[in-house]
């Protein structure tokens, strides 16, 4: 089971929350405190954020900046690169996550989160049979998350909560833990696993699992979809909670 983190709110390095803080995903990589599938996170990792700078050069004035990735197959902890840059790299909308592949699925950086449709970044923490997700010829991967991010792609995010409902009546195995952003909201799902949620004065973090001990980290009931924008954060149930 994989570890993931999304942030909104004001511009701040991808260093500040993925590689700094105590608990971060650098340290989940190798030593993760709430994971209860997997021990580590070794399979790779990937960080997506928008870029206004890139915006701007393409389209003064109109959205929310470009979609940028770096993923890899590799572990995160020994990414001195990823290290170097990291500090560089500061955006108001981040999705990051690292991996551990369930039994099967292909290791390869284009089978990391996050996903992407050039408009909404996306990481999926969990497992899904494959055989319940339709065959799409722009999933990136073979992995489970790629068809599934491919799937509420096409559905539309915004409905991602009665697409995960979906999924998850059809295979009552699968876990379906979703970071998805679009540069302006944050949306993710409890299916299955650990979510937590800080709120700080400069923005909005959503993680697998908290990255320090400060104490307004709050958890996320499981079978809820979290939707951030506009300095809000709201708590739905899904369908199939009870
Ligand atoms: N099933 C996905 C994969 O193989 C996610 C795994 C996970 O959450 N650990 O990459």
Known sequence: ?????????????????VLDPPCGLRV???APR?????????DG????????????RSDPGIGPGE???????SPLWGDVSF?????????????????????????????????????????????????????SPVAESTVDSALLAALIFDRGPANLGDT?????AADSGARLNIMAANGSRLLATTWG???????????????????????DWQDIPDRHLVDVSGGQVTLTPLKGSS
């Open 1 to 17: 089971m994989c570890r993931h983190l999304g942030w909104l709110g004001e511009p701040v390095t991808i260093a500040s929350l």
């Open 28 to 30: 989940q990589s190798y």
């Open 34 to 42: 709430r994971q209860k599938h997997g021990l580590i996170n070794a």
């Open 45 to 56: 990792w990937g960080v997506g954020f928008f870029d206004p700078g890139g915006q701007e």
């Open 67 to 73: 979609v940028r990735r770096w993923r890899s197959a």
């Open 83 to 135: 290290a170097s840059v990291a500090p560089a790299l500061r955006s108001n909308c981040i999705v990051a996550a690292v991996r551990s592949a369930s039994v099967g699925m292909p290791i390869e950086s284009s089978a990391s989160a996050p996903f992407s449709d050039g408009s909404w970044l996306l990481s999926h923490n969990g497992v899904v049979d494959r055989g319940v997700l339709p065959l």
């Open 164 to 168: 995960i409902a979906e999924v998850g």
């Open 193 to 215: 696993d650990t979510l937590s949620v800080l709120r700080r004065s400069d923005g909005v973090v959503l993680a697998s699992e908290p990255y320090d001990d400060h104490p």
